[in-house]
């Protein structure tokens, strides 16, 4: 029986020089191959910071605490509740808007749906790797003075209009093993306004204004002065040196997810009950997922028959987060019909760099197989 695991990490013989380099420096910790990728990242978005840390929620957090946002955050339910939880505990108020069925990301109708006098961003959750209705969001944005934080997890590398996800305003990555490109856990925050990344580097180290690796440099350094309390959520050299490997190859690791994509599309277009997300004409995918919807009473079903024969399918996002019992008080600023039926009839197939596209036909012959979908 075939063994085809949902994903993989692209880890080759770079990615184990780059660690066993660093391992031998002696500077494990938080130093220049975060610098490096710092500066690699940030061009390949064309912003002008990137602040790496230990993951996407670190990112989401002192987002919004940098930001200083107290008040509602319109968010979709439709997401990992790693984005609610960020939210919950920065001490702002999340407020559940609605999603488009065939792009599965937040619908600018439903957001303008659930404005209130006290809504202060919109967290954009770029799902599977294709960015929401960028153009649209930007017009909310602007007409109610809010700002945007960009939760681009599943999202490096797509774009509209050739301007990337996670570059428009406050933009918050993950390098956990299923994205775009892994450090095995990380995160990474964007932003044009130097102020907000000084801030966020502060939080990021204790509230102290210097790395040890920049105090190293400096004339005192053994001097720690903490200017507020802060965290400790960076990136060890060691990670930030996998990550800079990772991102030489970027544009070519994507190319592979594209590559499957298009596979998949081509195989899987003769059938009708199935649906796999809808790119809108000017948008790049980056494919971090590949999801289709199928009628939602074969769903469970087709899992269990997908795994029973090696492939390791599964579903993001069932329950949604507001059907979680621990996130049922949340405020739904609109109705949360489409995130329901979505949620109820997703599965997400296998996709990542190392996958062949003899693999993406077998699952594809499956999927023909099943009886409920012809
Ligand atoms: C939409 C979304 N937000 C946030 C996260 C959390 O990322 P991390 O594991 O790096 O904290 C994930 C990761 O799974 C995600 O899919």
Request: aromatic share 12%.
């Given at each position: 029986m075939k063994n085809i695991p949902l994903c993989k990490p692209a880890i080759d013989e770079e990615e184990i020089a780059a660690a066993v380099e660093v391992l031998k420096s002696?500077?494990?910790?938080?130093?220049q191959k975060n610098h490096e990728f710092e500066n690699q990242f940030s061009r390949f978005l064309a912003v002008n910071h990137a602040v790496s840390m230990n993951s996407c929620t670190s990112a989401l957090y002192l987002a919004i605490k940098a930001l200083n946002i107290k008040g509602e955050i319109i968010v979709p339910?439709?997401?990992?509740v790693a984005s609610v939880n960020a939210i919950i505990l920065a001490g702002a108020k999340p407020v559940f808007a609605d999603i488009e069925e065939n792009t599965r990301n937040i619908s600018p109708e439903r957001i303008v749906e659930a404005v209130t006098d006290s809504t202060e961003a919109i967290m954009v959750v770029h799902y599977a790797g294709l960015p929401a209705d960028m153009p649209a969001i930007i017009r909310i944005a602007k007409k109610y003075h809010l700002r945007i934080i960009e939760d681009s997890a599943e999202c490096l590398g797509g774009s509209y209009n050739g301007v990337k996800a996670g570059s428009y305003d406050t933009g918050c990555f993950s390098f956990f093993p299923?994205?775009?490109?892994?450090?095995?856990e990380g995160g990474i925050l964007t932003t044009n306004e130097e102020q907000i990344a000084a801030r966020v580097r502060i939080m990021c180290a204790h509230?102290?204004?210097?790395t040890t690796y920049r105090r190293e440099k400096?004339?005192?350094?053994?001097l720690r002065i903490a200017s507020q309390y802060g965290y400790n959520f960076r990136m060890s050299n060691l990670l930030a040196a996998i990550g800079v490997e990772q991102m030489k190859k970027i544009d070519k690791l994507n190319a592979q997810r594209q590559e499957l994509a298009d596979r998949y599309l081509a195989n899987l277009?003769?059938?009708?009950s199935v649906q796999p997300q809808f790119v809108p004409e000017d948008f790049v995918n980056s494919w971090q997922m590949f999801t289709i919807l199928v009628p939602h009473h074969f769903r469970d079903e087709l899992l269990v028959y997908l795994r029973s024969r090696g492939v390791g399918a599964s579903v993001?996002?069932?329950?949604?987060?507001?059907?979680?019992k621990l996130y049922q008080n949340i405020k739904q600023g609109s109705t949360l019909e489409v995130t329901r039926k979505v949620s109820k009839s997703i599965i997400t197939l296998p996709i990542f760099p190392g996958l062949t596209l003899g693999e993406t036909d077998y699952v594809c012959e499956l999927i023909d197989q099943f009886k409920g979908l012809g």
């Open positions: 002696g500077w494990i910790a938080h130093g339910s439709f997401t990992f299923t994205k775009n490109i892994t450090t095995g509230g102290i204004d210097s400096e004339k005192q350094p053994w277009s003769h059938i009708p993001h996002f069932d329950p949604p987060v507001h059907e979680q």
